[in-house]
């Protein structure tokens, strides 16, 4: 059968080393590293009539480690062992935080309060700063459950998610239509993971190639046009990570991480709206540069309606490069402003 549709097909999923065995065949070693025992003992034992599950046998417990299994229908017995009637569950967060890691997901320090019933949060998908996407793996036993899952899922939020199962064979009709009318992403564990060895997982190009076009329904091009242009700055990047340098009186040099490129004020989004001429917020921006990035009563741009301006330039920094906190703060003796990324002139 599969790892994939073992999981699908073991309700918790937990049972007996040989349930596991019976269902995942061969790819059993990919999941192994995953199975940690549980307290209480199996009630029931599986048993196989020609190659095919039948009714199981009940154990009956003779002694500590005397067990024996009947089946309810011949009454056949064998004789059982306490190993064997471990239950074996799946270590959820070891086994998230694997899949995360492999989708580069960003993995939470808690899980939210509620959620579809065998449904769990994998992690964030954050393709760029400003763009979060929750994702969510549900193990359904059955299609009406995978439906039920994805109504709920997307009733608590407007905003777009990623929705991964072991396999598809689960996905109804309704449940695919209602995930494509809300540009949501489905990835079925199938078809997205390559299993290398234990714990070692890669994903497949067409689970990349699927969050790719996930990420370009929802996340602005960076291609300019007349006004603001989108700046591809990386997830969980600090203003401490940025560097602006003017290349003349119009236009900065940019860097973030990997990302970067040459930008005009008004591809900034401080182009006045009247005239198309530079905002106060841009020249601020100048002032700022020309004195290394702070500013205070000395120096020779400095003047009272510079508060005013510094919390529009503020504005404007954070829409443009979407970076939490504040990106110019006040001097350690308080006595002006600093940017907290590093600012220059042109030379």
């Known amino acids: 059968m599969g790892l994939w549709q073992a999981l699908e097909a073991i309700p918790g999923p937990a049972v007996v080393l040989a349930e596991w065995r019976r269902l995942a065949g061969a790819e059993l070693d990919f999941l192994k590293p995953y199975l940690q025992p549980r307290q209480r003992l199996a009630a029931s034992y599986p048993r196989l009539v020609g190659g095919e599950p039948s009714y199981p046998y009940e ?22 062992t306490r190993d064997d009637l471990i239950v074996y569950e799946l270590d959820w967060p070891l086994f998230l935080s694997d899949i995360a890691a492999v989708l580069g997901f960003e ?48 009733s608590t939020s407007d905003d777009a998610l990623i929705l991964l199962t072991p396999t598809r064979h689960r996905l109804r009709p309704d449940a695919q239509q209602i995930l494509e009318r809300k540009r949501c992403c489905f990835l079925p564990l199938e078809d997205s993971l390559a299993a290398m060895g234990p714990r070692q997982w890669q994903a497949t190009d067409a689970a990349v190639q699927a969050l790719r076009d996930f990420t370009g329904l929802h996340v602005p091009s960076t291609d300019a046009d007349n006004g603001m242009v989108f700046f591809p700055t990386p997830a969980g990047a600090t203003w401490a990570d940025l560097s602006i340098r003017f290349a003349d009186g119009h236009s900065v ?26 905002t106060k917020q841009w020249e601020l921006l100048q002032a700022l540069a020309r004195n ?21 330039l503020a504005k404007d920094l954070k829409a443009f490069f979407r970076i939490d906190g504040e990106p110019i703060v006040a001097t350690d003796d308080g006595k002006g402003w600093q940017t907290i990324f590093a600012l220059s002139a042109d030379d």
């Open 292 to 312: 290394h990035g702070v500013l205070t009563w000395k120096s020779p741009d400095a003047g009272r309606k510079n508060k005013k301006r510094r919390e529009l």
């Open 107 to 154: 993995r939470r320090a808690t899980d939210p309060d509620e959620l579809p019933p065998l449904t769990r949060l994998v992690g964030d998908y954050r393709p760029t700063a400003g763009y979060s996407f929750p994702a969510y793996l549900t193990v359904p036993l059955e299609s009406r459950g995978l439906t039920s899952a994805v109504c709920m899922l997307v």
């Open 59 to 80: 154990v009956v417990e003779h002694g500590p480690n005397d067990f024996v299994g009947i089946c309810p229908e011949t009454e056949d017995r064998i004789v059982l």
């Open 253 to 278: 040099t940019v860097r973030v991480g990997a990302a970067g490129g040459k930008y005009h004020y008004a591809q900034m989004g401080m182009a006045d709206g009247r005239n198309a001429r530079p």
